[in-house]
């Protein structure tokens, strides 16, 4: 399986998507605070899921690289409320963005819970 076809990562990418395209209104002196940081750390958590799946054969890796993008999805949802309290989105968008980062902070902890079902195998290699 690819990575790209995890449901975590699939949904994790429509948020990320989303959350770029409704940054773009906010004002410009937030361009190298909030705006940043909220696209980074949205976009983080899919590069930690890919990095994850790809370490799978080692599980405390592929645990510590979702534990890495579960942070970051938290940290999402704390810029999140940031842009809520600058009034630079709705209450009705912040949540629908919340619902669904919450969402995926589910599914990523699924994935933690259970690795196995990931791909995730105890193999160790004797040289």
């Known amino acids: 399986m690819d990575f790209k076809k995890l449901l975590a990562y699939q949904k994790s990418f429509d948020l990320a998507m989303q959350i770029f395209e409704i940054s ?3 004002p410009k002196e937030e361009t190298y605070s909030l705006t940043d940081q909220i696209r980074r750390s949205s976009r983080s958590v899919n590069a930690n899921m890919a990095e994850a799946y790809r370490k799978r054969r080692y599980p405390k890796h592929f ?4 534990t890495d993008s579960d ?11 940031f842009v809520l309290k600058c009034n ?20 990523i902890n699924y994935m933690i819970n259970n690795p196995t079902k990931f791909g995730v195998t105890n193999i160790t290699v004797s040289n």
């Open 71 to 81: 942070g970051e999805n938290s940290e999402t949802s704390t810029w999140l409320d």
């Open 88 to 107: 630079y989105i709705s209450e009705i968008q912040h949540t629908n963005l919340t619902s669904q980062n919450i969402e995926v902070g589910k599914l």
């Open 63 to 66: 645990i510590s690289k979702l």
């Open 24 to 26: 773009k209104s906010f």
